[in-house]
């Protein structure tokens, strides 16, 4: 009767993920479906604890009160640092994945060797290799974007980089396959899966840079998921099962819409080493670059009837977001349009630019997604780009022997001026040259976002022309 | 189409249902049919929820791709469910603390998924709802 119970909370719990991921499609219903997944994990907590076998409360309670005791204030932390939270709770959920893998092969090993089944060891050996890899290599990612020190920043590169983590991965496998065909005799080879799988981890992201951030950690999400839905099978469990499938499926089409925003493939973004090979030939011509005062590009926003913004990770970098809202309010004070052009792999991860501009209330409605704004850009009067570089760079439209061509970029080159706020004119983290720059009608704002932004703010709140 | 979904999403939760209840006792002893039967059930549960998955994400709004991340990665947290067995159950303390470990580290995930999700949700506005 019980199971019956339990097994009953569980689908009720599957249905509820279900739908939980299904308000998500209008931040209208969004919040809905928060409470929706709180009441399928709620439902699912409760519905193990009322089992039988659960007899070490303490050991419970004690994980559960740490457990909150860590996540409430890792709730807080400011919306720049979103990327790093959310590649550290992959990581957390690789571990737990891999724990509890490694807790059950033991488990069966001394106590009941027949559940050892192939099919369970196959899961097994998945949950494990899937989970620590994610947690290492979601560890890194986390440690990237956070900037640590003894983390290196720019991709490291060394002779048969991929051949040797093939190598190792492949050693794991190996290894892996032969403890599903003789699970008790060989488990001594167990702990080395582990260790291979959290080398292989580390070694995935040293190669990878903070312009591919966005794949990455779609990709380490799709691979929590999976680790998730390998216990499922361990456990015989469907709600495991179901919700692993859910997020594997989530990080799977993040991690698509990501490479096909940058025109490159999976294998190219993990194996390929971004940004390490062009030096490129194109800077060897010396080309005339025109700056201007925040003054002077405040007035011509002014007489602007439409004004586009193309946010990068630069504004995140110089939490210019608060700034930007005041220009915004400004610009349409004086009837200014004023829309925001989000490209998909601004930022670093995948709608890093939206939740930034919404945290400053800029009215979502504004913030417009690549492919639409495209069709307005030849209207446009003026393009403010702060702190983006490649997705604009229209070296991706027709060089052909540049390293981002053939990426979808936002055509900020098509606006009647353009102006680019940026720090200094060395080339970005891509180290590519962007011709938008040296473009007739683009003037140059340099300076740190943030401030540059607070100038033109204060310049338009200054001359007061064309109030109402 | 949006209804369509719904119903989709239904069905399949009514079809989930249908499996374990058919799938309910087989104990791990019985051998070979039961365990390969219970496979084909559980390789069946996961084809069915990639599907939903894939359908449900494409729809989501790209707006809301990074609370979606931080949702689903508080969903995914349900392996919580193995940890609470696994620590909970009468086993080695050895055992129990690498359960112990799990459990934190899927509650960290759980309550910080959610809370950040709400947080940042709670930040999409439209225009006229600013206007006091």
Redesign the interface.
């Known amino acids: 009767m019980r199971?019956?119970v339990v097994?009953l909370a569980?689908?009720v719990?599957?249905?509820l993920?279900?739908?939980?991921?299904?308000w998500?499609?209008?931040?209208k219903t969004?919040?809905r479906?928060?409470v929706a997944?709180?009441a399928?994990?709620l439902l699912?907590?409760v519905g193990?604890?009322i089992?039988p076998?659960?007899?070490?409360?303490g050991?419970?309670a004690?994980?559960?009160a740490?457990?909150?005791a860590?996540?409430?204030p890792?709730?807080w932390?400011p919306?720049t640092a979103?990327p790093q939270?959310?590649a550290l709770?992959?990581a957390?959920?690789g571990?737990?994945?891999g724990?509890?893998g490694?807790?059950?092969f033991?488990?069966w090993v001394?106590e009941?060797p027949?559940?050892l089944?192939p099919?369970r060891m196959t899961a097994i050996v998945a949950e494990i290799l899937l989970g620590y890899l994610t947690f290492t290599g979601s560890l890194m990612a986390a440690g990237k974007l956070q900037e640590l020190r003894w983390i290196p920043q720019r991709p490291v590169t060394y002779r048969f980089q991929n051949l040797s983590n093939l190598t190792l991965l492949g050693v794991a496998v190996l290894c892996g396959i032969a403890l599903i065909v003789k699970p008790v005799e060989l488990a001594y080879l167990f702990p080395v899966v582990i260790g291979l799988s959290l080398a292989f981890g580390v070694l995935l992201i040293i190669p990878i840079g903070g312009a591919d951030m966005p794949t990455v950690?779609?990709l380490l999400?799709s691979y929590?998921?999976l680790s998730?839905?390998a216990?499922?099978?361990?456990?015989?469990?469907?709600?495991?099962?179901?919700?692993?499938?859910?997020?594997?499926?989530?990080?799977?089409?993040?991690s698509i819409?990501m490479c096909r925003a940058m025109n490159r493939s999976f294998a190219n973004v993990l194996f390929g080493a971004f940004g390490q090979v062009q030096a490129s030939a194109a800077a060897a011509e010396k080309k005339n670059v025109k700056s201007e005062t925040a003054e002077g590009a405040a007035q011509i926003m002014e007489q602007a009837s439409l004004v586009v913004v193309v946010p990068g990770y630069g504004m995140a970098v110089a939490q210019a977001q608060h700034r930007v809202k005041e220009l915004y309010e400004q610009l349409t004070k004086r009837g200014v349009d004023v829309r925001f052009a989000?490209h998909?792999v601004a930022g670093r991860?995948?709608?890093?630019m939206?939740?930034l501009l919404?945290?400053a209330?800029i009215?979502?409605?504004?913030?417009v997604?690549m492919d639409d704004i495209n069709h307005d850009m030849p209207q446009a009067d003026v393009v403010l780009v702060i702190g983006a570089n490649d997705v604009v760079n229209p070296a991706a439209r027709h060089d052909k022997s540049s390293p981002i061509f053939g990426m979808p970029i936002i055509d900020a080159d098509k606006a009647r001026t353009c102006f680019a706020i940026k720090r200094s004119m060395n080339p970005g983290f891509a180290g590519i040259e962007n011709e938008l720059y040296y473009a007739d009608h683009t003037y140059m704002l340099f300076g740190d976002a943030k401030a540059v932004v607070g100038e033109l703010v204060k310049s338009l709140a200054g001359s007061g022309v064309g109030v109402h | 189409m949006r209804s369509g979904k719904r119903v989709a999403a239904a069905l399949s939760g009514a079809f989930l249902g249908v499996l374990p209840a058919l799938a309910a006792e087989p104990a791990a002893k019985e051998g070979a049919t039961a365990a390969s039967f219970d496979l084909t059930t559980m390789l069946f549960v996961f084809m069915l929820a990639t599907f939903i998955g894939l359908g449900v994400i494409t729809r989501v709004s790209r707006l809301l791709h990074t609370p979606l991340m931080s949702l689903t990665n508080a969903i995914s947290a349900i392996a919580v469910v193995g940890a609470i067995v696994i620590t909970g159950a009468k086993h080695p303390p050895i055992i129990t603390i690498l359960g112990a470990v799990a459990l934190f580290a899927s509650m960290t995930n759980i309550v910080s998924g959610f809370l950040i999700t709400d947080r940042m949700l709670k930040m999409f506005k439209t225009q006229e709802r600013r206007k006091p």
């Open positions: 199971a019956q097994q569980y689908l719990g599957s249905a993920f279900i739908f939980a991921l299904y998500m499609n209008d931040p969004a919040r479906g928060v997944g709180v399928a994990m699912a907590v193990t604890l089992q076998e659960i007899v070490n409360w050991w419970i004690g994980a559960v740490i457990g909150v860590v996540g409430v890792l709730s932390v919306l979103v939270r959310t709770s992959h957390f959920g571990l737990a994945a724990l509890v490694t807790a059950k033991y488990l001394q009941g027949e559940n089944t099919f950690i779609s999400n929590a998921g998730a839905v216990m499922g099978f361990v456990l015989d469990n469907k709600l495991l099962v179901t919700a692993g499938a859910l997020d594997g499926s989530s990080g799977l089409i993040l819409i989000i998909p991860m995948p709608g890093h939206n939740v919404a945290e209330e009215p979502y409605e504004k913030l997604e």
